[in-house]
């Protein structure tokens, strides 16, 4: 069983677990960034600095199948996730990510940025 942490906010009695850096494994990383709707959150995130709600994602998937991304990419250990008041609040496991598997998600950020334009997409 892998060990995990559990993420808990001062003011909140909701907690999320989370995988301990340790307990990260490639393969569940790689899983989870295979889906394209959840590579979508990562590549949001990847943009951003800061924290995202999840209510900033626009996923052309239902209400269900969204939280269900999150969850995986959660428990696989990209994305951490932290309740703020009554928004649950998203960011990307960079600095874990990148100390356990040096450059991967720089390569796999640019491998689909580099697809969207050999396909002519947005990047959505």
Not at 34 to 43: A, F, G, K, L, T
Not at 57 to 81: A, M, W, Y
Not at 97 to 120: E, K, N, T
Request: proline letters at 6%; aromatic letters at 4%; glycine letters at 8%.
């Amino acid at each position: 069983m892998q060990p995990r942490t559990t993420v808990q906010p001062p003011s909140s009695g909701r907690s999320l677990e989370h995988p301990a850096r340790d307990a990260i494994r490639l393969e569940d990383v790689l899983h989870a960034l295979s889906d394209p709707m959840r590579m979508r959150v990562v590549r949001t995130l990847a943009g951003e600095t800061g924290e995202l709600s999840c209510s900033v994602f626009d996923l052309p998937v239902s209400k269900s199948t969204t939280t269900h991304h999150f969850r995986v990419l959660r428990e696989c250990g990209v994305i951490n996730q932290i309740y703020r008041g009554t928004a649950k609040m998203n960011a990307l496991r960079r600095e874990d990510l990148d100390a356990l598997f040096p450059g991967l998600l720089d390569s796999v950020l640019r491998a689909a940025a580099d697809q969207d334009l050999r396909l002519g997409r947005d990047g959505g």
